[in-house]
């Protein structure tokens, strides 16, 4: 007797036949993992191919599609087993070959004067106008076949063909169980399509229109589900919370005054009016039991690091400790060290704890948080187990926030004794990725922000410069004039080496473009790339080595503590550097195989020079031909403000990837467009809380259901970057 196990929404996608644990894996890299994340994973465009064209009126290389009549029996051309079948067709405007290579039914499968349609790239030999391998079915059968083909974001193995058949499996299987959660009124004001009608349009559309319709009614549900859920289900920050009063609205003490003093002292450097403009901002924020929830967004390299020591050595000088939470064990360290400059002579004990730190030595870190001893704290989610006590955390910073899950920082809502109400601590959020207002508001609820836009003094604009291949003199010879300077460089590659997959898998481009069967060159790896270095006789006068996320804690911050302080000329590695990494000295920057990495994450790369007062170079690799990876290779080389490139990413591929999940935190919207949406977001939202507010039967079903679904879509997948 067979089990048959009923198919929900949130089964896992391994549950179709068809689909397995190989497949499941590859799947999982784009965010697919429950039988919901895959219907609601929707094409990132379409190839329609309804529209008819006139054989004379075809181009060289330009996908067409048409109508006409088989003039010659499909034979076979030569006597060789790959030889193909080949016939001609004749529309009335002029006549076209069509060859198949390995498809002998073909032979059978056509006749002369059959009525077909024709899909494919034409190509020219002399003046003959062929097509490889076309789409090809009778006229008379085509009203069952769709000519509105979805072209789906990819990773390797998955084919659109793949993600489609599946979704459309899975559709059929749970059509009648996917809740509706938009409002009625709203439903009738916008004049939606149904929920089935909006799931079976978008990913098997009879025209164009029907797919926009049915992608229109899905933002509205995707924008529901963030801004309601993150709203009710993730909230942060209830009237109810309250979190210590960390600075005096009275004078500073003189010993306190004096403590102060020398922190600004060891700064080294004057703040900039922004960075001076924010910490103005937290300090108000801190005179208040209401716990803070502010948003400190400033460009790479604007000096955020000291607008967080600064705030944590005031709130260490009026006796309460606050933690400075780093996504890697590396910038953990980093910040470590900038805070035991900067709070040198003031007093205030710094403790580092990270993953990797010794038991022994752990425990005797935890004994002093426990008992305020140490006050500022910096470590990595180490942090936030659940056996590390504090004796009166009041601050916590996240740095690059969008390298940690909300769930991590949910626990950081840490009970204290002794005040009425719930308890909480002051919150401060530090990122480099500028998010609109209007977004801000819908992912972070009432988030206030400090921008900084201005730079230090004496920073000269990084030059970007793309060259169109991955090996050859130049690059080397760039290379070596900055290294005989006595500067530093970085190599970033997109994989480990030459057997492992790419790292940079989930912000690949491929797309549609690999659908083409666009030849995919192997990536330069990062163990490639030192050994040219060491072919080409660099590594012995420039010491070079590999970094990469993978390697063991102690040894990445062996290279990292070496490549700041000089010995290690030249630094190869992965994305793992793409954050945070803070050396002045460094100067130069290759990005191998850039086409493989989005806008944001190369901004964020070259964000890692250009950090002190010598003239900078960040120099992008990549041998990739295709009319989007040079656009944004020349995107790169013109625009250096992260503002502006956040905006043109979005034109360049379309919505729902820029503030995807590795920006921040949140999975990526597939229907919606958080950047141009967040205006209908308002609106949507809005309607669901008058909805909430009058309360009754529907109100409660669409809660219901606006929970589940948000914990199937977005956070059970938080916290686990
Ligand atoms: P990010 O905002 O990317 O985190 P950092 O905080 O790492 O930037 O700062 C980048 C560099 O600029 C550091 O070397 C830091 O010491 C330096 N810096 C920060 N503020 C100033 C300033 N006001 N004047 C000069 N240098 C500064
Ligand atoms: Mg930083």
Redesign the pocket.
Known sequence: MSTAVKITLGSPVTVLYGVGPEAGRKLARLEITSIYDLISYLPRRYNDWSDISRIDQCEEGKEISFLGTVTSAPVKKGFKKQSPVSFFVNDGTGRIELSYFNAPYIMNKFLVGDRIFVHGKVDYYGTRAQIVNPFCEKAETLGDVKLVRPVYRLTAGITSNMINKWALTALKLVKDQIPDIIPESLRNRENLCSVTEAYEWVHSPDTINHAAEGRRRIAYEELILLGIGMKYFMATGGPDEVAPVVVPSTALSPDAERRWKTVIGNLG????GD?KKAIADIQHDLMNSKPMNRLVQ?????????VAILTMAMTAIMGKQSVLLAPTSVLAKQHYD?AMKLLKDSGINVALLLGKTKASLKKEIKEQLREGEASVIIGTHAVLTDDVKYNDLSLVIT?EQHRFGVKQREKLLISRDGTDGINAVHNLV?T?TPIPRTLAMVIYGDMATSV?REK???RKEIKTHFLPYTDGDDIYNVLLAKLRKGEQAYIVCPRIDDDSEDLAADEYYFDDLFEDEEEKTDAVSVKAMKKRLDDHGISEKYESAVLYGSMKETAKLEVMERFLNGEIKVLISTTVIEV?V?N?NATMMVVMNAERFGLSTLHQLR?RIG??DKQSYCVLCSDSKTELALSRMKLMCECSDGFELAGKDLELRGPGDFFGTRQHGIPTLRAANLFTDAPLAKTACDEVNKLFERGGAEAKTVMDNIERLFRLRFADKMGTL
């Open positions: 450097f004057r703040l900039t960075q400033g460009d790479v390299g604007s000096g955020k690091t000291a900038s740095d530090m480099a900084i230090p003094a004496g945070g803070n002045p964000g950090r002190g």
